[in-house]
């Protein structure tokens, strides 16, 4: 019974492609985020939605689009990918931008 | 200067040792405080979540945080080899702030 799942698991791609990510969460949490994993295993915020509202945009491309359609869910549009785009994605979930925030198991996105 | 400082390691251990993983912080507004458990390919595991200072412990694990010189422990005791992970500590503000700070993660190697 996964709290908070991302599809797809693996993404390869070609650079000027556009790509969505899809996460859900079965938390009954209202705050959604999206964190970018580098190389070095760094984890780095670029969007956070609380109730469907984004609340933080980190300096993110305009490429990156976020949507929330319902508390329950935050997908990820990035239009017009470039080899520096290759990462893994997180999604997670907190209770109003606090407390304990919970992942999901990530998207590896690879472009080539 | 980055808001939350990790050792990234490796740190390597035989089986059975006292880990001690540390992260030092600059923003004294932090309150919650988070350390998660990274294996690879995986997203990350919530482990341990304390609110402002003291102590809490969950079985092998303990968590320690120390307001006062902005600085947060992990140990782990009677160390196994399935503990070899990356594990990052995270910190974020009372209320309001959604965005949680992720030190760089420490490589955890327990040697059998």
């Not at chain 1, 945009?57 to 520096?84: C, M, W």
């Not at chain 2, 980055?2 to 035989?14: A, I």
């Not at chain 2, 005791?77 to 399935?82: A, H, I, W, Y």
């Amino acid at each position: 019974d996964t709290a908070v799942s991302q599809t797809p698991k693996y993404l390869v791609t070609q650079m000027g492609n556009d790509k969505s990510i899809k996460c859900e969460q079965n938390l009954g949490h209202d705050t959604m985020y999206w964190y970018k994993q580098d190389s070095k295993k760094f984890l780095k915020i670029m969007f956070s939605y609380n109730n469907k509202e984004l609340i933080i945009n980190e300096t993110v491309p305009n490429r990156f689009s976020p949507k929330s359609p319902d508390k329950a869910h935050l997908n990820l549009h990035i239009n017009s990918l470039e080899l520096g785009d290759s990462a893994v994605y997180f999604c997670a979930s907190s209770r109003a931008g606090q407390g304990e925030a919970f992942f999901g198991q990530g998207t590896r996105l690879t472009v080539v | 200067q980055k808001e939350v400082e990790q050792d990234p390691g490796p740190l390597s251990v035989p089986e059975g040792a006292i880990v001690s993983l540390n992260c030092t912080y600059s923003n004294s507004a932090f309150q919650y405080f988070m350390w998660y458990r990274q294996y690879s390919r995986k997203g990350p595991e919530l482990l341990m979540y304390t609110y402002s200072s003291g102590n809490k412990e969950d079985g092998r694990f303990t968590a320690q945080v120390d307001k006062s010189s902005k600085y947060i422990s992990l140990f782990i005791r009677d160390s196994q080899p399935s503990d070899s992970a990356t594990y990052l500590c995270a910190m974020t503000k009372t209320s309001g702030t959604y965005k949680y700070i992720f030190g760089t993660g420490t490589r955890l190697k327990v040697l059998a």
